[in-house]
């Protein structure tokens, strides 16, 4: 079993930084697929970025150029940096982690960017 505990959310104005960080418990951290998602409200859940067991990344195109996933496999951490953030990047963002076709999900962050 895995929890994850995603914070750094808050209000941010445009053009504004935001670090989120999700720290998960239990073992193996370090093997898990790890991502970050947001859901806008009246919107599906989208994926925003991911990071592999070995570093590799993926990331939506609202996110190239904007924002950094990275992981810290000594901290069982995962962060998301955002950067110059919209007013269209306001969701709640939420960690995922996947292994082995388990999947567990954080209680989510909220992230608000004024105009």
């Known amino acids: 079993q895995v929890q994850l505990v995603e914070s750094g959310g808050g209000l941010v104005q445009a053009g504004g930084s935001l670090r989120l960080s999700c720290a998960a418990s239990?073992?193996?951290?370090?093997?898990?697929?790890m991502g970050w998602y947001r859901q806008a409200p009246g919107k599906q859940r989208e994926l925003v970025a991911s990071i592999g067991s070995g570093g590799s990344t993926n990331y939506a195109d609202s996110a190239k150029g904007r924002f950094t996933i990275s992981r810290d496999n000594a901290k069982n951490t995962v962060y998301l940096q955002m950067n110059s953030l919209k007013p269209e990047d306001t969701a709640v963002y939420y960690c995922?982690?996947?292994?082995?076709?388990?999947?567990?999900w954080g209680q989510g962050t909220q992230v608000t960017v004024s105009s």
């Open positions: 995922k982690a996947d292994l082995y076709g388990s999947t567990y």
């Open positions: 239990g073992a193996f951290f370090s093997m898990y697929r």
